[in-house]
């Protein structure tokens, strides 16, 4: 992992852990910082693989993956931001939906590098299941604020404290010479 | 490549040369220390670290990968194992961030291989082994580069081209990403490196997408590479592995005469030939190594036992040796070689316009102003300009 990437699990990390308290001390306030927050790192990601694409990888052999993946995450960041004006409801099923679809990456993530015999794929599979739960009873549990808060909190705590795990985890390289 | 190529082919294609036997046990294991001559080995001696010709998994796992980090990476991996076959290559409608990355792609004979050969002529068999190394692994890292690169070295649609009774059968290659899998030919599963989409990730340095694939002499196999326009290339390495002995036989001969400039796309078939039916059978033989089968020819050839590698072999003669003559001893001749090699690399990048491997200065017409562990390298030349005075 690259330097610059470990600076920013761990910046991502610290700044989530404040904001899981302020979502349950203050749901109103905690909620339009954490929506922010996804809104800025989605663009952020989004315009990042769009420079990359029109930079060097439109010249790749199969690199307009990266433009699709690009545009997708740059869309949804952007969708992000009508969320403040709309009741507070809908976006708490978006930053669910996020917390979901990210979790069922992880798993089919982690699914694949056990079939692929990769190491640390329980650990990831473990991250994944524990995102897409918290996402799963949020949706079980639309009409109460209250739990939907307290879930989203602890779907961000997860965040945090894996994010400023993987800050500091070393990682595996396989090279071959 | 590997062992089998580096230590033992060497020794037989030294041998084939013309070198005395203990001569090319010394070119044979310069050749497979490039391989080995990491920053932790060289600080066990402390010895200059600016000469380190290979990174190991673990360094690498700690190297940055910000601009001064790759452009460390990329002159240990561009000087040592991957040398750019064409740093002028022209494409159409490509930009130059892209450009500079697809001209330090490895491929044989280029110019670069020219001045890394008659750059050995003044370094003695250290520097032969060096070179040997670097050309015998242009033949094996083509169509990949020695800088971490996404749009470069990924590559995919591996097909092994199994020659069986019934005629060539293509056989889909399994990857799978654990590092203490073995390999398996039979089932045509084999290691390699994951993909990440990030640029200069280390993942995406050399062949690692490749897997062992292009250091197995007996494989022959079809792939995509990133920068090929979805072109499907072919890499015969049983035939790559040959090529690449009997033009280690001709540059041998080359710096055995001392006067004989080295030119590429030569080949010294006529020495090889007696033996091209042995080769053939041990560069065609299904296995993951073929140290055993390099070792009994190089000792049918001498007449010789063949002792194995030994990393520490010279550790001690250099380190007993006193401040000043350090530089006379095998490990200490084979840095300064190294230091001279990278050293060139990187000043033929730099002026071919590229950055990637850093900044590079003539020392002619600038001045002093490099890394501390070139200073030794300076001294070294000087003294050379002396000896060729007197």
Not at chain 1, 43 to 70: M, N, S
Not at chain 2, 322 to 332: A, D, R, S, V, Y
Request: glycine share 8%; charged share 20%; hydrophobic share 45%.
């Amino acid at each position: 992992m690259t330097r610059a990437r470990r600076i920013y699990y761990f910046i991502s990390g610290v700044i989530l852990l404040p904001l899981c308290v302020l979502v349950v001390i203050d749901p109103k306030l905690g909620y339009q910082y954490a929506l922010l927050f996804l809104e800025l790192a989605l663009i952020f990601h989004g315009l990042k693989h769009l420079v990359y694409f029109f930079a060097l990888a439109r010249y790749k052999t199969g690199g307009v993956e990266v433009l699709f993946k690009g545009l997708l995450i740059l869309d949804a960041g952007l969708f992000a931001f009508d969320l403040h004006d709309v009741p507070r409801w809908y976006g708490m099923i978006f930053l669910i939906g996020a917390m979901l679809v990210s979790g069922a990456i992880d798993i089919m993530q982690g699914a694949q590098a056990m079939k692929m015999q990769s190491g640390h794929w329980k650990s990831q599979l473990a991250y994944g299941v524990g995102k897409a739960g918290f996402g799963l009873v949020g949706f079980f549990f639309l009409n109460s604020m209250r739990l939907l808060t307290v879930l989203f909190a602890l779907g961000l705590l997860n965040m945090a404290v894996s994010h400023i795990i993987i800050a500091f985890k070393k990682t595996d390289i396989v090279y071959i010479q | 490549m590997q062992e089998d190529f580096h230590y033992y082919a060497t020794y037989c294609a030294a041998w084939l040369a013309g070198y005395e036997v203990s001569d090319c046990s010394r070119i044979a294991y310069a050749a497979q220390l490039v391989d080995l001559c990491s920053k932790t080995f060289i600080n066990r001696f402390h010895g200059p670290r600016a000469a380190t010709t290979t990174q190991l998994k673990t360094e690498l796992a700690d190297a940055p990968t910000d601009i001064t980090g790759i452009q460390d990476i990329t002159r240990v991996w561009a000087s040592f194992h991957f040398l750019p076959g064409n740093l002028y290559a022209h494409l159409p409608k490509r930009n130059r961030y892209y450009m500079n990355r697809y001209r330090l792609i490895c491929d044989v004979n280029g110019t670069l291989l020219a001045d890394t050969v008659n750059l050995a002529r003044k370094g003695g068999v250290e520097a032969c082994g060096i070179a040997m190394h670097i050309l015998a692994d242009t033949w094996a890292h083509r169509y990949f580069a020695g800088t971490p690169s996404f749009v470069i070295n990924d590559a995919g649609g591996f097909y092994e081209l199994r020659e069986t009774e019934n005629g060539v059968e293509r056989i889909k290659v399994n990857f799978n990403h654990n590092p203490i899998t073995a390999d398996n030919i039979e089932k045509c599963s084999f290691t390699n490196c994951l993909k990440q989409d990030s640029e200069t990730s280390v993942m995406n340095l050399g062949h690692g997408r490749a897997g062992s694939l292009p250091d197995y002499s007996f494989f022959k196999y079809e792939f995509q590479p990133a920068w090929g326009d979805y072109r499907i290339l072919v890499k015969d390495n049983p035939s790559d592995y040959y090529r690449a002995f009997c033009q280690m036989v001709y540059a041998m001969k080359c710096l055995r005469s001392g006067e004989q400039e080295f030119e590429t796309d030569t080949y010294d078939e006529e020495t090889v030939s007696p033996y091209r039916e042995e080769i053939m059978a041990i560069l065609k033989k299904r296995q993951l190594i073929a140290n055993e089968d390099w070792k009994a020819l190089g000792e049918k050839l001498t007449g010789t036992a063949l002792e194995d590698f030994d990393l520490l072999k010279y550790g001690d003669e250099y380190m007993e040796a006193e401040k000043g003559h350090k530089e006379k001893t095998f490990l200490g001749r084979f840095f300064v070689a190294a230091l001279a090699q990278k050293s060139m690399v990187t000043n033929k990048i730099f002026r071919s316009g590229n950055l990637i491997a850093g900044f590079s200065i003539d020392y002619g017409t600038n001045g002093f102003r490099g890394i501390e562990d070139f200073r030794m390298l300076l001294e070294e030349m000087k003294k050379g300009a002396m000896d060729d005075q007197s």
